[in-house]
């Protein structure tokens, strides 16, 4: 169903600016041509569509348009000045589409677990820029599922997704819990816990990542405190020269998820 809106009609934009800021909990705000199509090709629940007037010129624009409509989806017509209303960017991306918080809960991610699982653990990060970032690098890294802590930026807000460019669709994930509940999740499966520390008793490149594991990161400003590096299995550290102190924590992120990588796809049979 298509339909006109006008500022008189803004019971959809109200709803989609209450989504937009985080005061409905089973809906995200996706934002922006590329999102949107990877939202759509995710099969991602799309409870409505709002677009402006002009993205419909665009064949790209109009060409997704048409099939979310043609799925059956709600689509709302919009002028330039009301999109920039409920827009979360500076600048509007044209489209916006209010869609199902995809799975997070724990039983949903434990069914999507190989029986050797590669994790990212990211506890206490706040900047969802960051948290965004380490979902993308950890899908190109082939990790198989993200645990976000109950003291982590939401995984779904607008920015962290705009940061993961998709992978927040496609990860399995699993949020909420406490970061000593995951790390006994972790030993209840024989997931060895992996670390990130500023001293950690080894180099990253010194230890193997084989099998079974998780890599987990720290807040941005202080890391892991040292009872949470205790209850990991080993912590590892990343070299450093001149005065730098440390890496943003999604770049230390992406060093360790891609040297496990490496080893694990290096040691695969065949």
């Known amino acids: 169903m298509e339909m006109k809106i006008t500022s008189r009609d803004n019971s959809l934009l109200r709803h989609a600016r209450a989504v937009r800021d985080g005061k409905v909990d089973d809906s995200i705000f996706v934002e922006g041509l590329r999102l949107c199509e990877e939202a759509f090709s995710s099969s991602l629940k799309i409870e409505g569509v709002i677009y402006s007037e002009e993205i419909t010129r665009k064949e790209r624009a109009a060409s997704l348009i048409q099939q979310l409509g043609a799925a059956g989806n709600k689509l709302a017509s919009v002028s330039e000045k009301l999109l920039e209303s409920i827009s979360y960017t500076s600048t509007p991306q044209g489209i916006v589409v209010l869609a199902s918080r995809p799975p997070h809960d724990q039983a949903t991610f434990n069914k999507k677990q190989p029986a050797s ?11 969802p820029v960051n948290v965004g ?10 990790v198989t ?12 807000s607008p920015k962290a997704l705009r940061g993961a460019m998709g992978s927040a669709f496609r990860v399995p994930i699993w949020t909420g819990s ?15 816990t992996i670390c990130g520390a ?24 202080v890391g892991l405190s040292v009872e949470e590096i205790a209850l990991a299995e080993e912590s590892v550290r990343i070299p450093m020269q001149g005065s730098v102190e440390s890496l943003n924590v999604a770049v230390a992120a992406g060093l360790l998820l891609y040297e496990a990588s490496g080893q694990r796809e290096r040691n695969e049979p065949g």
């Open 133 to 142: 970032a380490i979902l993308r690098t950890a899908e190109a890294a082939g």
């Open 198 to 221: 500023a001293r950690g008793s080894k180099i990253y490149t010194e230890i193997d990542w084989g099998g079974a594991v998780a890599v987990a990161v720290g807040p941005e400003s």
């Open 117 to 127: 699982p590669f994790l990212v653990i990211l506890h206490g990060i706040n900047n």
């Open 178 to 192: 406490e970061y000593s509940e995951v790390i006994e999740w972790c030993a209840q499966r024989g997931v060895r």
């Open 145 to 156: 599922g993200a645990v976000a802590t109950a003291h982590t930026s939401d995984a779904f």
